[in-house]
């Protein structure tokens, strides 16, 4: 039985040892034909030195330099399509377009389209403005106007004549007549002189009314008569009033016959032996005339 399992065990590495060396013949085998259809195809790459010294003993023009360049190139690109940058634009070329710059210039395009709108409805928006500020303009010239001509329309007509007559200013006795063709004595300043208006005698702080309907030209200041007012009563006829306190009314505007216009106020020192008084003048076309001759 020992003898049967020993005669096994030779039989066993017999078979292993055959099998081992078929599989090594195998393996040379193989590498032996590979490598020879690799000695073949190498062949096939084997570059002709003596045929480039050749040719380059003989001269190439530059034609032939550039048509070897570029069926280099052309044959590089179309063999490798990954050394292909779809992206790069070389300088200054015409001919190659940018996906992305054209992108952006229609992106670009876009966004100044967008700005142009804008900007002209801004311009549009500042165009209404304006047109309704002009129209706002035209609409207060036109009030004015019609301010100016209402007003005017509604003042009233100064036509005072020769017939017309005054209502007193102011009750009370002549302290110094009107006096144009000889001279009168004024007591505070003890002496002769002509008086072109009369010198009512009044109480400090009454009412002075208005004479007649007319518009007040002026109102001022002198040193004899004091605070005064002078009237357009039209005709070229005009009042004057003085010795005023209190002034009632300004330049420019309309009074009606018996309007309160001032209070009388103390003399000036020029009257001061007169006493409190209220001056009154009248005058047609910048000459005097007697009060007395239209005053009722």
Known sequence: MRRSRRRGLVKERILMVASAVLVLGSLTATGLWLGRDRSTQDEGYVVDLSAIENNTTAGLNEEDDVHLAESVTQGASTQD???????????????????????????SDGTGQESADSEKKEQDTKDQGTEKQEEAKLASTDQEENTTALSTA????LTFSDSDTLVWPIVGNILVNYSMDKTVYFPTLQQYKYNPAIIIQANEGDLITAASAGKVSSVFTDPQIGNAITMELGGGYEVTYGQLANILVSEGSYVAAGDVIAEVASPTKYFSVEGTNVYFKLTK???????LTKLN
């Open 154 to 157: 509604m003042q009233p007509a």
């Open 285 to 291: 076309d910048g000459e005097p005339v007697n009060p």
């Open 81 to 107: 399509d990954l050394d292909y940058d779809p992206y790069f634009q070389e300088t200054n070329s015409q001919k190659v377009e940018n996906p992305d710059q054209s992108e952006s210039e229609s992106m």
